[in-house]
């Protein structure tokens, strides 16, 4: 403050002996005569071309100058030859109120003021030369000390000419500011620029007013700017505020969503100076349709703090006006209402954000979060959410064309048709998750996806040095419990993935069921029962395809007991020999009729394992068991081919094989699946079939000339031992007649 107070007093000083020379000038001489003089000197000290075109001096009651038609002349190398032309510059000052101590000033008036600033080439500004103080003014600051008054100290009370000071106003009309920058090859204009206030002067309000056009080439943008406000400075410099101010800007450029925008705020503020402390007890701020409130704290001048609240607004409209176009949705109400209100906390190494609070639909998300900018930058989060129903954001959801595939109980070859799917980018922000370095935890309390309930989620994720880590991704799921792991490291030119999963006691309806009625082609296929499921797989890959083959890994699924519905081995295997017979021209009627296929069938043993090795998928040990058939399965499938070779053996247990045809019931049936995704083929393999009924009907026949035999046998032995006993019994008769001869002497 004594440096301020002495440059004022000095002001004054300087100002009385310039009035009471012009006093001298303006009765004894003509001042357009000092003009080259001036010009000269003007012309020494900044090594540029000056010139004006009239000097009007004032005497009484105000003594003054009016400039007219002044300018500044530009450095070289600048295309504008005027760095600074001023049509009129009108200042005075009021001589009585002076012998007061007073200092009263008339407003001051820069009317038609052109400002032409720039950068040349080599980024060097027009104004630089200006800069450099001379050897002699160099030395002379450094020999100058700040004059202080004897006996009295920075802090004594004293004359302070601040408060002795009136100025009646600022007037600013028709400027205009160029801002040339040949380096970066950008034009900014500012014009028309008004400026004006009311009278200027310690502890009362001064109202301010400042409209602007701005103008830019690079990026190409309009700008409209409105500033009201009253300026309020208490006495010593200590205290400012700002009262009712209202800042309007109205932008035109292809870089503002929508091509226009509107910024409205208003606030009030105070400025502590001694305590570098600015407080914006209440503040609004309106665009784009958002209605902004808080409050902010500036301390030290350089860290805010405080509360921001947008009020509840229609996401949907803002997404429109920002230009953004959303995709459909299942729910018509989806991003209706939203709503923010969080703290905040900033200073140069780091922005706290909490306590945090979202509000989307039906869904509210709490927590913090923690930025650091600065090295080592990161970005720290613990986010609670309480639900959200994610089908009401999902695409809805397209009725599929109907097809003439046969049911599954009924399965019969289909062509397999479609064409091969197009190959698809993944595209992820390489150089943005390489330069991040996040972590946090996210904790959902429900979860609603395509009609599934997920409970408990639990997600821990970690990004650093081209790593997307997911550590621990658990969750209720299904009636079962999920617990998976993730990984993306994307610090080679091909990203690599790795996926673990272990699932347990989840609904099998819900996680088997869609793969069943892929393959089948029908809807009533379903399988209900405790599933557990592990899966640990790797892959890498730029497009879709190139992960598909290059996948590496393990599955393994086990369901257990387990229901399946949809699906009737035994009136499949029927009808498959019912089809034989028929085609051998017997009557297959009773076949048919004798059985109604069973809707639900209960499997004692549901389970399946497969290794994945470069895109191909093979399992061996496909088995589903019920009490009266058994179904095993092995084959391939190629991933980034879309194709399947796979073959099942339904080998049913019938009640009776007493005849001919139960006996073909007996026989396994084999299937093969082949094909592609979208439409394989499935059905019976005939050849293999009627091979095993030969085998089986060779066996029989073997069977049966083996029994007649041991008939024959049989017959042979009975005979020869019925022969055997008769002779026995002659023996006998003959051996009792000759022993009662001998004794009564016949």
Do not use: C
């Not at 010009?39 to 003054?64: C, H, L, M, N, Y």
């Not at 002795?164 to 400027?175: F, H, Q, S, T």
């Not at 921001?308 to 949907?316: D, K, M």
């Not at 991933?639 to 073909?664: C, F, G, Q």
């Amino acid at each position: 403050m004594k440096f301020l107070k002495i440059g004022l007093l000095g002001i004054g000083a300087f100002a009385l002996v310039l009035l009471m020379s012009l006093v001298i000038f303006a009765v004894t001489f003509d001042a357009n005569d000092y003009r080259p003089q001036i010009q000269a000197q003007v012309e020494k000290a900044t090594g540029r071309t000056f010139e004006v075109a009239d000097i009007k001096p004032s005497i009484f009651p105000w003594v003054g100058i009016e400039l007219q038609q002044l300018s500044l002349g530009n450095a070289r190398g600048f295309t504008n030859t005027q760095m600074v032309s001023i049509e009129k510059l009108d200042v005075k000052i009021e001589m009585l109120p002076l012998i007061k101590q007073s200092i009263h000033i008339d407003t001051l008036r820069v009317h038609g003021m052109t400002l032409n600033l720039g950068k040349n080439a080599q980024g060097i500004s027009n104004w630089a030369d200006m800069l450099e103080p001379s050897s002699q003014e160099t030395e002379d600051r450094a020999n100058q000390e700040a004059p202080t008054e004897p006996g009295r100290s920075d802090d004594e009370p004293g004359f302070d000419p601040l408060a002795a000071l009136l100025v009646n106003g600022i007037e600013i009309r028709d400027a205009s500011i160029q801002w040339h920058d040949q380096q970066a090859g950008q034009k900014v204009q500012v014009a028309p620029l008004n400026f004006e206030t009311g009278a200027i002067q310690l502890d009362t309000p001064v109202p301010l007013k400042l409209t602007a056009f701005i103008e830019s080439s690079a990026p190409e943008a309009k700008a409209e700017v409105q500033l009201d406000t009253n300026l309020k400075i208490q006495a010593g410099m200590q205290q400012l505020s700002l009262q009712n101010l209202k800042l309007q800007l109205d932008a035109n450029s292809g870089l503002v969503p929508g091509g226009a925008a509107q910024l409205v705020f208003e606030a009030s503020a105070s400025v502590d100076m001694q305590n570098k402390l600015v407080t914006l007890p209440n503040y609004t701020l309106k665009t784009f349709g958002l209605n902004m409130q808080g409050n902010a704290t500036l301390s030290d001048f350089a860290n805010p703090s405080g509360q921001l609240e947008i009020q509840p607004f229609n996401a949907r409209q803002l997404a429109q006006k920002l230009g953004i176009v959303l995709p459909p949705m299942q729910s018509a109400t989806a991003l209706q209402t939203a709503a923010i209100k969080l703290d905040f906390a900033m200073t140069p190494a780091a922005l706290a954000i909490h306590p945090l609070a979202i509000k989307l639909d039906a869904s509210t998300l709490t927590g913090r979060v923690d930025i650091k900018p600065l090295s080592p930058a990161g970005i720290r989060y613990d986010l609670k959410m309480d639900q959200i129903t994610l089908d009401d954001y999902m695409p809805p959801a397209v009725e599929a064309e109907t097809t003439d595939s046969a049911p599954a109980a009924n399965i019969e070859s289909t062509q397999s048709a479609g064409a091969a799917e197009q190959d698809i980018a993944i595209e992820l922000p390489v150089e943005l998750i390489r330069s991040l370095n996040v972590a946090g935890q996210l904790n959902i309390g429900s979860i609603q996806l395509k009609g599934q309930s997920l409970s408990q989620f639990v997600m821990q994720t970690k990004v650093s040095d081209g790593v997307v880590n997911i550590s621990e991704l658990t969750a209720q799921l299904l009636e079962g419990h999920l617990q998976s792991q993730l990984r993306a490291d994307v610090r080679q030119e091909i990203p690599k993935y790795t996926v673990s999963l272990q699932a347990k006691g989840l609904r099998a309806d819900s996680l088997v069921t869609p793969i069943l009625q892929e393959l089948s082609g029908e809807e009533a296929v379903t399988l209900r029962g405790a599933t557990d499921f592990d899966a640990s797989i790797n892959t890498r890959g730029v497009m879709l395809k190139q992960l598909k083959a290059n996948t590496n890994g393990e599955l393994k699924l086990n369901v257990g007991k387990a229901e399946i519905t949809g699906v009737d081995a035994e009136y499949f295997v029927r009808k498959a020999v019912a089809g034989y017979l028929e085609g051998k021209g017997q009557d297959a009627t009773l076949l048919r009729s004798a059985y109604q296929p069973k809707e639900t069938t209960a499997l004692r043993v549901a389970r399946a394992s497969a290794q994945i090795r470069q895109g191909v998928v093979t399992n061996n040990d496909l088995l589903l068991e019920a009490s009266r058939f058994k179904v095993s399965g092995a084959g391939t499938v190629v991933l980034h081919e879309e194709t399947i070779d796979y073959r099942m053996i339904v080998d049913l247990n019938p009640a009776s094989t007493n005849t001919s045809v139960e006996k073909l019931l007996d026989v396994p049936v084999p299937v093969k699946i082949r094909g592609r995704f979208n439409q394989p083929d499935i059905g019976i393999d005939k050849g293999d079939w009627l091979k095993n009924i030969a085998r089986a009907s060779t066996a029989q026949k073997t069977q049966e000339i083996k029994q007649q035999a041991e008939q024959k046998v049989e017959q042979k032995v009975e005979q020869k031992k019925s022969e055997i006993d008769q002779k026995v019994e002659e023996k006998k008769e003959e051996l009792k007649e000759k022993l009662f001869k001998g004794l009564f002497g016949r």
